[in-house]
DNA sequence: TATTGTTATACTCTATAACTATA
DNA sequence: TATAGTTATAGAGTATAACAATA
């Protein structure tokens, strides 16, 4: 190789750290996770709202919010974008908060979205063993505690 | 517990899905990765960049677009904050590309950036053994690749 | 006092399309 | 024709501050 040739395949300082290769992993999962829930019409925070409305009838969107991390302030037009496509409805709670509820339309919706999710997870789960697959979601569920 | 209590604690409908975790645990390495590099002004898409020019001198903008997943649209504002900041450096290569170099300054902040991040990154790895890493490692890069 | 839902807002990240100049 | 760098722009995602109503 020439003293001025350009480095023909660059070398990545970054594979061996773990943040790295996690927001990497991530953001490939996540990307394939949008194109199977494309036909639904559902972006994946919506998927995982309505799926954890359906696990928790009648949980306020704060609830959601903090299962999810995701700020009340980003909740707000989350939630309104599901009842206007009337996924959802709401029921007062007491003056300040409104539980949470699927419509018909947004069981089916919900069914639909959980047969898409397992179907994109199973594209990645059937790259391991199951013991491997637990080895990795253990992993990642003590990074998350750490944080 | 009475028929209308709100659920106590939710359920997580997500927690058994690979690609929910890996988003969760990256974004809680992302949030202190950020945190590790405050001091030195970089957010980590900045130092990740230094990183790679310090290991391939001479490489161009769009070699390291292409190594880090950035688009080329994206990485002109990224390459000229760092020029801007003295860190970096260009010299022609041909009409349409131009070679990137870390200027002495910017020597500096990639080693105190590698500082930063490899404490980041053993706050992490020390909650597993090295076998555990490396499974780890091997199943994120197997994710990757998959994508 | 603390919490729920809300508005407004801003900043980052990511994506696309179109252009130029060069190879 | 394909690539490098650029501009402009739009859409997500995420963050904070402040407010009203309620607990």
Same mark, same amino acid.
């Given at each position: ?42 972006? &994946? !925070? ?8 359906? =696990?928790?009838? %009648?949980? #306020?969107?704060?609830?959601?919010? /903090? ?24 029921? &007062? !709670? ?8 699927? =419509?018909?339309? %947004?069981? #089916?919706?919900?069914?639909?979205? /959980? ?33």
């Amino acid at each position: 190789m020439a003293k001025n040739d350009p480095p023909a395949a660059l070398h990545d300082p970054l594979d061996a750290l773990l943040g790295y290769q996690l927001r990497r992993a991530s953001s490939v999962m996540m990307a394939d996770l949008a194109a199977a829930l494309r036909e639904t019409g559902l972006r &994946p !925070v919506e998927a995982s709202i309505l799926l954890v409305i359906e =696990s928790s009838p %009648g949980c #306020t969107q704060s609830d959601v919010g /903090r299962l999810l991390a995701i700020k009340r302030a980003n909740m707000v037009p989350l939630i309104a974008g599901l009842f206007k496509r009337d996924l959802i409805y709401r029921a &007062p !709670v007491d003056g300040r908060s409104q539980a949470l509820f699927l =419509s018909p339309a %947004g069981e #089916t919706m919900a069914r639909d979205a /959980r047969k898409a999710i397992d179907t994109h997870e199973q594209r990645f789960q059937v790259l391991f063993e199951d013991r491997q697959v637990a080895a990795l979601l253990d992993g990642l569920r003590l990074i998350r505690k750490h944080g």
